[in-house]
């Protein structure tokens, strides 16, 4: 049977089909397989990427509470930092005040030196005016050279140049001092042009100064009234105010420990009485420390509203800011400065392990290892750490356990 060339050619080309369809399989699948693998690192970076994400809101979450955590438990730390920023203020707005006072004194003295010099100027300009109009009349006759000629005596002659020229003296010492004096008053108004933008320059920074004091006072007055009338910042700012007063408690029995060692040491000489020397004798004799009244006592306490309780281990007296703080008894200070809760704080050791405790100082005026005598000024009544405005905060201790101060001091009228 013969083949013909078209069935021969069918069966030549039908050996390679199968495996270009082969080829083509494992391409499609290839493809698939890289398509498949390019989608899932896209989805795996998808996911890297909600997760980096995710993490960053997370830690921002927990910043976010640990702010929250820190404000809810720092009412304290935030008054001090206001309080101090108000002192920063407050004391640069007093600087800029004493500046300002110094520029006003400068500008009034210079404005006294410009009236006395235009005064002076205005005299040497008659005596100028007038030495012009006789010069003015010598010039309409002529001259000066007339008059010396005019006369055959040559004594005369000489008489004239010698007058001549004592006027022509004159009249240059007239000109030299006007001059000068014209030049003294220009440099007096110039000064006091300059002090006078100084003094405008000192008057818009206190007036930011005041501007930051205000607005520092008014967060104050803010918090405080939060802790006044909102029972959960009450309920807080006592908690932190009885750790405040723990703190204090082992403050005081560090400081007495180190007195202790201290007492082995002889007492510095000096004109002031030992410390302690009779002050376990004086119950019910102590002077008062400020001028006012207790308005709270000692002991243990019931919030009026909120029907919280805690205990004062000293007593609150009321006063005017700026009062007069002094000792109750000659001592030794063994602390002055900033304690949280207590605002500026001096302790004064009297020997005997008895000490005493004044806070909510405004202004310290003793440092500490200085001697004190009786009714010494240490201090000014002031507000610092103060949730109800300017009074003295006082405590008597004795071997580290407080006393009621209202049985140590003196008894009023």
Known sequence: MRTTPRSYGSRRGAG??????LLLVVLVALAGAVEGQQKRDETLQSEQKKLQQTQKRLKEEREKAAAARARETS????????????????AEVGRLAARIKRTQADIATLRGEIMRLEGQRGGQEEALARRLRVMYRVHAQGGALPLILSGDDPVTRAMAVRHLASLAVLDARLIREYRGTSDRLADRKGREE?????????????QTEQAEVDREAAKRRTLLARVRDERAYHERMVGELTEASRRLEAFISELQARQRRLAKVPPPKGGIEPPGVGFGNLRGRLPWPAEGRIVVPFGA???PRFGTRTFRNGVDIEAAEGT?????????????????????????????EYYTLYAHIAEIEVKEGEDVRQGQRIGTVG????????????????????QDPAEWLRQRG
Do not use: M
Request: include cysteine; aromatic fraction near 10%.
């Open 324 to 352: 007069d703080v002094t000792t109750v008894y000659a001592g030794h200070v063994i602390y002055t400065g900033w304690f949280k809760g207590y605002g500026n704080l001096i302790i004064v050791d009297h020997g005997s």
């Open 75 to 90: 009412l304290l730390a935030e008054l001090e930092q206001i309080e101090q920023r108000l002192g920063e203020k407050q």
């Open 301 to 303: 306490q019931v919030h």
């Open 194 to 206: 300059g002090r006078q933008q100084e003094l405008a320059a000192l008057h818009a920074e206190a």
């Open 383 to 402: 507000d610092t750490a103060s949730l109800a405005g300017p009074r003295l905060y006082f405590e008597v201790r004795y071997q580290g356990k407080p």
């Open 16 to 21: 390679p089909r199968p495996c270009i369809l």
